[in-house]
């Protein structure tokens, strides 16, 4: 008896992810530098750390309820509150979610309908697209790279007036992965005036929100709340990754939905992250002020760097990811300059391909790596780049 032909056809759409299949790809390489991931190089905060001890100790590994721990999302509100002038109710508008990428799937299969279209500005981050198939709708694609990588208002209006109704929701992620642009509050505020009022989800990714740099993170919620869901987590303030801890925030009427998708997901996220992730909220509420200062002055080297080699670059305002075009006389497309700077000099950078329309003709980098690594990848490539230009 054969199966094939009977999974769900929204998995036809599905490619495998292209930055984990790249990345597994670059590490069979011997000594390769990977400026891959979105993994920090910094270990969670030592205090965290002992939370998450104390709660194996204390044999706290029992379920929590569905939401989460009611301390943790006591402190997630109070945490957005102090620092982005977010309101949440904590009892009824907070649910901790496992990672942001749960966050992302309870809320677009909470809002998608078979067929229903979802605004993606380009390039973004490659999950988005694969969770919109999966959740039964359909990505639409707008390439921000004309923009500086920013969606503009005037995008936003023409994107609605070509899709009409069927537009049920638009993703928005600021800082961005993978280009590290950030929007200023007046963009904020001119989006918001476009969807106000309008029958239309807006689902923010704010997962960097601490890593911002020049100004201060804003989050559209503060104009649209009452359409907005902000997935926000630890994994890159606190430097969790592995801890899998995301938040979703929502009005109560939309979060009384959320919730039905999140327990039929994963029932309750880990007690014993959780505990730890309170602990990160409560008390290491500036833990992200040392990590911001380091990848600044990576950010900042990298970019001189690469500038001088003849990369192009909107420089990066937020996140940990430098978003380079190729210099045009190299004339090679993003995946056979991956594959060609891995294989020929052992530094692996992710081809912009990856990350939708827009993205190619670029390489994604990540900073989250030692200052002693980014020196040395920095140094071959200004030896793969020399190779080329000669012997061409």
Known sequence: MKLDNLFNTNLTKIKPNAIRAFDESASQVEGIIKLTLGQPDFNTPEH??????????????????????????????????????????????????????????????????????????????????????????EPIEVDTAANDFVMSPEMLKDTLEEHGDAVKGIILNYPTNPTGVNWTEEDAKAFADVLRDRPIFVISDEVYSELVYEEAHVSIAKYIREQTIVINGVSKSHAMTGWRVGLLFAPANIMSQLVKVHQNLVTTNSTISQLAAREALENGMNDAQPMREKYVMRRDYIYDFMTRLGFKIVKPSGAFYMFARIPEDLEQNSMDFCLDLAHSTAVAFVPGSAFGIGGESHVRLSYAASIDDIKEAMRRLEVFVKEKRENK
């Open 48 to 137: 965290v750390k002992d939370a998450g001890i104390k709660a194996i100790q204390d044999n706290q590994t029992g379920y929590l309820s569905t939401p989460g721990d009611n301390r943790l999302r006591q402190a997630a509100a109070n945490f957005v509150k102090e620092k982005y002038d977010l309101d949440y109710q904590w009892e009824d508008e907070v649910i901790v979610t496992v990672g942001a990428t749960e966050s992302l799937s309870t809320a677009l299969q909470a809002i998608c309908n078979s067929g229903d279209k979802i605004i993606v500005p380009s390039p973004y981050f490659t999950l988005y697209s694969s969770i919109i198939y999966l959740a039964g709708g």
